[in-house]
């Protein structure tokens, strides 16, 4: 049965077949506000939000362009509108920085092919995932008497501590835990086990599915961010099923059909479940308000029972609970 129960292919957890700055980038499209909140607050207070942020970095690095390509498209551009009479424009590029190398220079002809084309005003914000690695936030370049400084903004995994990240609110908080615990668990799988439990355990207890996508975008997020070797996979998604209180159902189900239950679908049954159930908690919610009213205007019990569905036992319950 346990062999029904797939992540993903096996090659996943090879360290070098993941895709980090894709992941990334997927995770601060979901979270781009929450991002911003958290990295630059006066920055954000300045966005006007019922003007949706657009995506725009494909009008620069179009599907067919050679200079970009696979892992090396690791750029999120947003176009947003700011707050005021005039609802001006802004473009905000944010840069992952995950395999230690400088990237100043490729920050400085991003900004200007952004200029160039629109005349825009430009946010730039480096987003470091490496463990170690410090990245330069400007890039300065002179011959004689000709020179260029490029300033930009630069953030770290590790800008904040884990107690922080724990308490905040903020769910991208979350999401750079993830990648600390990344970062402090790439020879240990074990530890990094632990981790990846303990983030689950949490967004599921923050974020249910019957209220937002917070936690599905977030679950997913970590599950890639977090690999496990297959052993520790497997484990983990017994776990999760535990966690989450729906194994009879979901692995009974798996069994009978013989379906293959990948990380991504399982997250949207769940969600689905969750939406129903809130929706029946609702329906009893309001039979009982209707049951309390129907006491307090004087019918009978026997009325009651007729006219909502509950039990005897079940009225009575509500009356002596008020």
């Given at each position: 049965?346990?062999?029904?129960?797939?992540?993903?292919?096996?090659?996943?957890?090879?360290?070098?077949?993941?895709?980090?700055?894709?992941?990334?980038?997927?995770?601060?499209?979901d979270?781009?506000?929450?991002?911003?909140?958290?990295?630059?607050?006066?920055l954000?207070?300045?966005?006007d939000?019922?003007?949706?942020?657009?995506?725009?970095?494909?009008?620069?690095?179009?599907?067919?362009?050679?200079?970009?390509?696979?892992?090396?498209?690791?750029d999120?551009?947003?176009?947003?509108?700011?707050?005021?009479?005039?609802?001006?424009?802004?473009?905000?590029?944010?840069?992952?920085?995950?395999?230690?190398?400088d990237?100043?220079?490729?920050?400085?002809?991003?900004y200007?092919?952004?200029f160039?084309?629109?005349?825009k005003?430009?946010?730039?914000?480096?987003?470091?995932?490496?463990?170690?690695?410090?990245?330069?936030?400007?890039?300065?370049?002179?011959?004689?008497?000709?020179?260029i400084?490029?300033?930009?903004?630069?953030?770290?995994?590790?800008d904040?501590?884990?107690?922080?990240?724990?308490?905040?609110?903020?769910?991208f908080?979350?999401?750079l835990?993830?990648?600390?615990?990344?970062?402090?668990?790439?020879?240990?799988?074990e530890?990094?086990?632990t981790?990846?439990?303990?983030?689950?355990?949490?967004?599921?207890?923050?974020?249910?599915f019957?209220?937002?996508?917070?936690?599905?975008?977030?679950?997913?997020?970590?599950?890639?961010?977090?690999?496990?070797?297959?052993?520790?996979?497997?484990?983990?998604?017994?776990?999760?099923?535990?966690?989450?209180?729906?194994?009879d159902?979901?692995?009974?189900?798996?069994e009978?059909?013989?379906?293959?239950?990948?990380?991504?679908?399982?997250?949207?049954?769940?969600?689905?479940?969750?939406?129903?159930?809130?929706?029946?908690?609702?329906?009893?919610?309001?039979?009982r308000?209707m049951?309390?009213?129907?006491a307090?205007?004087?019918?009978?019990?026997?009325?009651?029972?007729?006219?909502?569905?509950?039990?005897?036992?079940?009225?009575?319950?509500?009356?002596?609970?008020?």
């Amino acid at each position: 049965m346990h062999d029904m129960l797939l992540l993903y292919e096996e090659k996943k957890y090879d360290a070098y077949e993941i895709d980090f700055d894709r992941h990334w980038k997927e995770v601060i499209t979901d979270f781009f506000d929450d991002f911003l909140l958290l990295l630059e607050p006066h920055l954000f207070e300045q966005i006007d939000f019922f003007n949706k942020p657009q995506p725009i970095e494909q009008e620069l690095y179009p599907l067919a362009s050679k200079q970009k390509k696979g892992k090396n498209i690791a750029d999120k551009i947003f176009l947003v509108t700011l707050k005021g009479r005039k609802k001006a424009q802004a473009a905000i590029h944010i840069e992952i920085q995950g395999d230690g190398q400088d990237v100043s220079e490729r920050m400085l002809k991003t900004y200007y092919k952004i200029f160039d084309k629109d005349r825009k005003n430009i946010f730039s914000i480096v987003l470091v995932t490496h463990p170690s690695y410090r990245q330069l936030s400007k890039f300065h370049h002179q011959f004689y008497g000709t020179s260029i400084l490029f300033r930009f903004q630069v953030h770290h995994l590790f800008d904040f501590s884990e107690i922080q990240l724990l308490k905040s609110n903020n769910p991208f908080a979350l999401a750079l835990l993830a990648g600390q615990y990344h970062a402090q668990t790439r020879t240990n799988p074990e530890e990094r086990y632990t981790y990846k439990l303990k983030l689950t355990e949490i967004i599921k207890e923050r974020y249910p599915f019957d209220e937002s996508d917070t936690g599905i975008n977030l679950l997913k997020f970590v599950d890639n961010i977090l690999y496990l070797p297959h052993e520790l996979n497997e484990q983990y998604i017994q776990e999760v099923y535990r966690i989450f209180n729906k194994e009879d159902m979901d692995m009974a189900q798996a069994e009978k059909t013989k379906e293959i239950i990948t990380f991504g679908e399982l997250l949207e049954r769940w969600k689905k479940e969750g939406r129903e159930e809130g929706k029946r908690e609702g329906q009893f919610l309001e039979r009982r308000k209707m049951a309390q009213k129907m006491a307090n205007a004087g019918l009978d019990i026997e009325t009651i029972i007729s006219l909502t569905g509950f039990s005897e036992a079940e009225i009575k319950q509500i009356l002596r609970e008020g």
